[in-house]
């Protein structure tokens, strides 16, 4: 069956450092993959979005790769802030029809 | 450009008892979802509207949860009766692609739900 996989252990870092998510995921043939924010009691809200013929995308000081061989996405915050903690969400999309399923999400914090 | 409404923000109710949530999407949006978001979990999609048909609704527990949007632009949620395990946060997206090319997902800030 289709999996998403996402570090469900929070990461902690220190201000100023680069974050590092990972999203891996199994049975999938995404066309591509969507990252989105989401904080406590909020919606998510969309960050970025990377095809499956572009190996990298960068937006400010987030950065995602995508690499269809290892199945996976890596999501890069450089220079963190504490406004940048919470839970980010990977959703990889094998079809046309823009139906997103969400992995579980990795609770990120920024620590001054 | 206003955002996804969603009411009610909060709502608590006993097992076996009913509750509807409604969403209003962004003007213009042809395609809404209804998610459901357990505590410390991902969003599970439940089901997906291209105006006012249905797209996918194979994961919505239809013995118990309805949904419709009628003239493709409004949309309710139905839990009828609810049960423990339905309590969650319940999450309207709206997107303005659908059918064929990507798109980012608007979120409302979704519908809290406690069965007692």
């Known amino acids: 069956s289709q999996k998403i996989e996402q570090n469900s252990e929070a990461l902690n870092i220190q201000e100023g450092k680069t974050a590092t998510l990972t999203c891996n995921y199994t049975n999938y043939s995404p066309a591509y993959l969507q990252w989105y924010r989401q904080d406590p009691g909020r919606g998510p809200v969309f960050l970025l979005l990377i095809r499956e013929n572009e190996k990298e995308k960068r937006k400010e000081r987030l950065k995602v790769t995508f690499d269809t061989t290892l199945k996976q996405s890596l999501f890069h915050i450089t220079a963190s802030q504490p406004a940048d903690s919470a839970t980010y969400l990977c959703a990889p999309n094998n079809n046309a029809g823009n139906m997103l399923t969400f992995g579980g999400g990795t609770r990120l914090m920024v620590k001054p | 450009e206003a955002g996804v409404a969603q009411s009610p923000r909060y709502k608590i109710i006993e097992k076996r008892q009913s509750v509807a949530f409604w969403c209003n999407p962004i003007?213009?949006?042809?395609?809404l979802y209804w998610y459901q978001q357990i505590l410390g979990q991902g969003p599970k999609l439940l089901i997906q509207?291209?105006?006012?048909?249905?797209?996918?609704d194979s994961q919505l527990p239809k013995d118990r949860f309805s949904a419709e949007r009628l003239k493709g632009v409004d949309s309710t949620l139905k839990i009828q009766p609810a049960k423990l395990e339905d309590s969650a946060v319940y999450l309207c997206?709206?997107?303005?692609?659908?059918?064929?090319?990507?798109?980012?997902?608007?979120f409302g800030e979704g519908s809290r739900l406690t069965v007692l």
């Open positions: 509207f291209q105006n006012n048909g249905v797209v996918d």
């Open positions: 003007s213009g949006h042809a395609t």
């Open positions: 997206a709206s997107s303005m692609t659908g059918g064929g090319s990507p798109g980012e997902l608007f």
